[in-house]
């Protein structure tokens, strides 16, 4: 079936540590996204990449870096730079049609103790 | 720049009771919008989108919306709520012409048995 797996699910880290989310598609999608969800704040967009080689930063992408060597694969790195990064991590994508549904991954959550 | 409202961050509803989830969104340009539901440490999934042409939109699960341009407004309905509704709803919204999908800070449906 197709969809977007997100790994780990459950992640402990200690503080400092840089840490790395895996977030892989295969609905032949070009457009990937990170959110960032906390209680009460709804959804927050970390970075997006619309093709191979090509992102941009979101609204909170300080503290926060990602690659994009292949079309299927979005891995984002939660740097020691970010000030609180225990939260649920979620990636998506989207995919040619131009409508921006969006399709999610089970998500990953960090706690940084 | 665009945004979205939602005005309720819970709404307690009894089983089998009517109920509206309020989204309103703020954009300069024409609009997608979409509902997504949460339920507890997992992914969102697709309610309903609105794209163009009949304001009514239905969706999975009996929800439907209405999308009304002059109070820039993508309200949610139910007729009639089932114990399985409780999760959280985000409303969120794509400008044309743009990658970026914004979300609202979501509402959490309770439903009492």
């Known amino acids: 079936d197709g969809g977007i797996t997100q790994s780990p699910k459950y992640l402990f880290r200690k503080e400092g540590q840089n840490v790395t989310l895996s977030c892989e598609q295969n609905?032949?999608?070009?457009?990937m996204y990170w959110y960032r969800q906390d209680p009460g704040q709804g959804l927050r967009l970390i970075y997006y990449s619309q093709i191979v080689n090509d992102f941009q930063k979101g609204d909170i992408a300080e503290g926060y870096s990602v690659s994009r060597e292949k079309k299927e694969s979005f891995p984002l790195t939660v740097t020691s730079a970010q000030k609180n990064p225990t939260a649920f991590y979620l990636c998506a994508s989207s995919g040619g049609s131009g409508t921006g549904e969006l399709f999610f991954g089970e998500g990953s959550r960090l706690t940084v103790l | 720049a665009q945004s979205v409202t939602q005005l309720d961050s819970q709404v307690p509803v009894f089983e089998e009771a009517p109920v509206e989830l309020r989204c309103n969104y703020s954009s300069s340009v024409s609009v997608y919008l979409f509902w997504y539901v949460q339920y507890p440490n997992q992914g969102l999934q697709l309610l309903l989108k609105?794209?163009?042409?009949?304001?009514l939109v239905k969706g999975i699960n009996g929800f439907e919306a209405e999308f009304n341009k002059s109070q820039t407004s993508f309200h949610l309905r139910k007729p009639s709520v089932h114990i399985s509704d409780t999760a959280e709803y985000f409303c969120?919204?794509?400008?044309?012409?743009?990658?970026?999908?914004?979300f609202g800070t979501g509402t959490k449906l309770q439903v009492i048995p």
């Open positions: 609105y794209l163009s042409g009949s304001t």
């Open positions: 969120a919204l794509r400008s044309g012409g743009y990658q970026k999908v914004t």
């Open positions: 609905l032949n999608h070009d457009a």
